[in-house]
């Protein structure tokens, strides 16, 4: 139940792009997107909802595809403050939430 | 801006003894979750909380926990009888519209069971 996360880690120089991938063996309702800076609790990033609604950062673009139960986060142009570890949420059933397995994310000067 | 506030910060219990941790979500939210993350771990989800009582609970969430909201701000997470494995840190959240809103997240409360 608990979705996967690909990159486990990646380190980006400022200004790199990255893409963190999140799949699920379940169909999913909505997925969610967090960043978690170490000692600190997670803070939200975006929401994606079936049917293509999206509520979140201005700077971080995120893509569900519902079919193939996965979604995408996408860092543009990284800075410093990016890293962290990610963490992808998905509802499929009730209020249930599962966290991914995290991708730690490390921005270098 | 309204946050989730959650004491202690830190408590540190002998194995066996109960601990409540405490949690004041944000006021006009509805739906209420616990989850816990140990040291170096992933955030897993122990518990949703609506309309007075458990909507959804994970597998973690064994009898040895429960959840109250005792009154109209508070929300609680009791652990009857800790085990040093509950050493943790544990995360409250609120939404106004259950999972398909934003959680907004507590600062946590760091649980050592000795």
């Known amino acids: 139940q608990q979705p996967v996360q690909s990159p486990q880690a990646v380190i980006l120089r400022e200004g790199e792009d990255a893409v963190i991938n999140c799949s699920s063996s379940?169909?999913?309702?909505?997925v969610h997107w967090y960043r978690q800076k170490h000692g600190e609790a997670p803070v939200f990033l975006m929401i994606?909802?079936?049917?293509?609604e999206q509520k979140g950062h201005e700077k971080i673009s995120a893509s569900f595809n519902e079919k193939k139960q996965q979604s995408s986060l996408y860092l543009t142009a990284s800075q410093l403050s990016y890293s962290g570890t990610y963490f992808c949420?998905?509802?499929?059933?009730?209020?249930?939430?599962?966290f991914g397995t995290g991708t730690s994310l490390t921005v270098i000067p | 801006e309204p946050e989730v506030t959650q004491t202690p910060s830190h408590q540190v219990t002998q194995m066996g003894q109960e601990v409540i941790l405490r949690c004041v979500p944000i006021?006009?939210?509805?739906?209420f979750y616990w989850y816990r993350q140990i040291l170096g771990q992933k955030v897993e989800f122990l518990v949703s909380?609506?309309?007075?009582?458990?909507?959804?609970k994970s597998e973690i969430f064994d009898d040895q926990f429960s959840v109250e909201r005792p009154d109209g701000s508070n929300f609680t997470l009791k652990i009857r009888s800790t085990k040093l494995e509950d050493s943790a840190m544990y995360f409250c959240?609120?939404?106004?519209?259950?999972?398909?809103?934003?959680?907004?997240f507590g600062p946590g409360t760091r649980l050592l069971v000795l």
């Open positions: 959240a609120s939404s106004d519209r259950g999972s398909q809103e934003t959680q907004y």
């Open positions: 379940k169909a999913l309702y909505s």
């Open positions: 994606l909802l079936k049917g293509g």
């Open positions: 949420g998905t509802e499929s059933t009730g209020n249930q939430f599962y």
């Open positions: 006021s006009n939210h509805l739906y």
């Open positions: 909380f609506y309309n007075n009582e458990i909507s959804e």
